[in-house]
Each structure stands twice: as C-alpha cells, then as structure tokens.
C-alpha cells in the first residue's frame, strides 16, 4: 500500500547516509588512518554512490534509490614540511615532509546543502502522499 | 441494474481519475527520490494522454452501455503515456541526469490538486445516491 | 282572488357544476404539468452537471470552480425536488388516514 512512502523514505536513508560521509570528511580534516598495510597514511574523502533500487520499483516505473557502495578518494596528499614529526617521511623525493588529508572544505559543505535540499523535498513528497491517503478514506463519508 | 446504477454517474470516470492521480504521484515521488543518482532520467505519466484515453473510454462506454473499464492508468514500459512532457525537460547535467526539483515538486502539487478535485466530486456523487436511496434528504 | 297558481319551484342551478370534476381535473392536470416540468428541470440540471465533470477530467476548456458551482446547483435542486416529494407522499398519507 502506498509505494509513494516507500520510495520517499529510500530516498531519505540514502540522503542521511551521504549527509554522514560528508560528516565524517569535515570531521577528519587533519586525521590520519591505518591502511590496508598497517601503516599510516593520511585520511582520504569518503563519497557514496547512489543508485536506482529496483527492488522498490512499481509497475508504473517509479523506483526507490540505494546506496551502491561508499568509495574512498584517491588524491593526492598535502604535504608540510615538518622534520622533526613522528610520521615524516624518511627517504625519497618528500623526505622531512608530513602527508596531511586533502579534503576540499567548500565541496563538502556544498555536498551537505545539496543533500539537506533533497531530504526536505523528499519529506514533502512525503506529506503530499500522507494528506492523499487520509483524504481517500472520505470516500466512505 | 445494479451495476448499471452507477453508470449514468460520473463515479467510473472519477474513479479512473483517482487511478491516475495516484500512479502519477507515485512517479513523481520516484524522481525526487532519485534526484541525486547518477544517470537516472526523469520518468512520468502523461496527463494529456490518459485524457485522451478516458475520453474514448467514457464515449464507447455510452454506446455499448457498460461501465467505463478499469485500468486505463495502467501502463507497460515504452507506452506512450510514459512519455515526459517536453516543457518537463531539463538539460542533462554532468552526472547525466536532467531532474529540475522545484519542477517536480510543482508537478507533484498540481497532480494532488486533481487527486482532491476528483475525490471530493466522487464522494459528493455517491452522497447524492445515499440521499436519494435513504428519502433523507 | 286569484288562485295561487304552481310556483316555478324549479330547483336553483348550482353554478358551473354541470361537470363537478372539471375544475379539479384541470387544476390537477396543472399540477401534474409543472411537477413533471420541475423534474425534467432537475434532471437537465444533473446531466449539464455530470457533462462538466466530464469535460473537465478529459481536459476540456473548463474553470473548476465552475464545474463544482454547477455541481453544487444540480445538488441543492435534486435535494429540494426530494423534499418536495417526501412532502407530498406525506400529504397523500395524511388524506389517506381522514376518517370518513
């Protein structure tokens, strides 16, 4: 019954989802992470895919959304020149230099408002389809 | 004649109407949902279409004296009522999709408007038959 | 004296009632008339407004307010035509139950 709220409400998980990539991103901003080696290298930029969900498709042809999969960036580093830090590099081309998380502030924020405007507009998708089930029921007077 | 009773009315036709308003709304809602994935594009049900249907429905419904048949909402891909407005069309941006939000949004408003208009005529008609049958005016 | 000769005792002529049941039969035939026209009146009044409708949902040229003013009309005149007969099946009734 009411495929219209299913569908809203795929759309406003997967919104929350990306809204927490972007969050996570802002949150790392100077963090480093262990990687799949054991050694650590500076945070890369989560960023979600999203994708039509068939699984929630009726036969008019509306479908819901999903989140494929959360990828992680790969881009290059900024490095400082900090000799003396525990984590500097110690031989090569960057030698004394620090690998710090390139995330790009303004594209983040950007993502984020992006995300906002489509949970509001999925939430008065929403109570349009509220508001058109409760009026059906005065059929019955 | 009992189901003949309710073919002089217009509750068939308001009752396809109904049909229409809600596969529509659901279509719409889909789009919105999916304003953020990548190579999706807009899909919707075309009201100048499932007029022209209901129209011809309603006229061969007069001459063979039947009730206007169920189902004119329904469609299979690549029917024409599938078919997007033209004026609905946005350019298709870099992620390939082409969803204009606030578009959608007034479309959505405009479906639900009909949805109300044919609901409250279809309820005001069948109260009209209640009266008439129960001589309570 | 003169004899009192018959008097003319022709009963008096009860005026225009040569035919007792013709004022009654053409008032009712009025009636009948203009409650016949009433319904026919109604029932213009609901196709005119079912043909709005119509129009309306197939797309025709036509204001919505319009259509549920004529809807609203046809309604308020079918009511009134149903309180009319309720009315008259009531007096039929009530004649019926005159003791004579």
């Known amino acids: 019954m009411l495929p219209a709220l299913d569908i809203s409400t795929s759309a406003l998980v997967a919104q929350r989802i990306r809204l927490d990539a ?74 004394g230099y620090v690998a710090y998380p390139n995330v790009n502030m303004t594209a983040e924020m950007v993502d984020a408002l992006v995300a906002t405007r489509a949970y509001e507009a999925n939430i008065g998708a929403m109570e349009l389809s509220k508001n058109m089930a409760q009026q059906s029921l005065r059929i019955l007077g | 004649m009992l189901s003949g009773l309710f073919n002089s009315t217009t509750i068939p036709a308001l009752g396809e109407v109904l049909n229409f308003a809600q596969a529509r709304h659901t279509v719409l809602a889909g789009n919105i949902a999916n304003v953020n994935t990548p190579g999706y594009r807009l899909r919707d049900l075309s009201q100048t279409e499932f007029q022209q249907r209901l129209k011809e429905a309603i006229t061969a419904s007069r001459t063979s004296a039947q009730a206007v048949s169920p189902g004119l909402a329904y469609s299979e891909p690549g029917d024409p009522m599938r078919q997007v407005r033209s004026s609905l ?25 009909l949805h109300n208009f044919a609901l409250t005529v279809m309820t005001d008609q069948f109260q009209l038959l209640q009266s008439a049958i129960s001589e309570r005016v | 004296m003169t004899p009192i000769t018959g008097l003319p005792l022709t009963p008096p002529q009860a005026p225009a009632l040569a035919n007792p049941l013709a004022p009654a039969n053409a008032g009712g035939q009025q009636f009948k008339n203009i409650l016949l026209e009433a319904l026919n009146q109604v029932n213009t009044m609901q196709g005119q407004a079912n043909e709005a409708v119509q129009q309306l949902v197939t797309g025709g040229d036509v204001n919505p307010a319009e259509v549920l003013t004529t809807l609203q009309k046809a309604d308020i005149s079918f009511r009134m035509m149903l309180q009319i007969r309720n009315k008259l099946v009531q007096a039929y009734q009530e004649v019926n139950n005159i003791r004579i």
Not at chain 1, 51 to 68: M, Y
């Open chain 1, 22 to 95: 972007v969050s996570s991103n802002l949150a790392n901003l100077n963090s480093l992470e262990r990687d799949a080696s054991g050694n650590m290298q500076p945070y890369q930029s989560r960023y979600v895919i999203f994708q039509t969900d068939e699984a929630l498709e009726t036969k008019q042809g509306a479908v819901g959304v999903k989140v494929a999969s959360v990828q992680t960036e790969q881009i290059e580093p900024l490095y400082r020149w900090q000799p003396s830090h525990p984590y500097a590099i110690k031989d090569g081309p960057k030698k």
């Open chain 2, 89 to 113: 069309e946005n350019l298709v941006y870099h992620d390939n999709t082409n969803i204009d939000l606030e578009k959608q949004v007034a479309e959505m408003t405009k479906n639900h408007l």
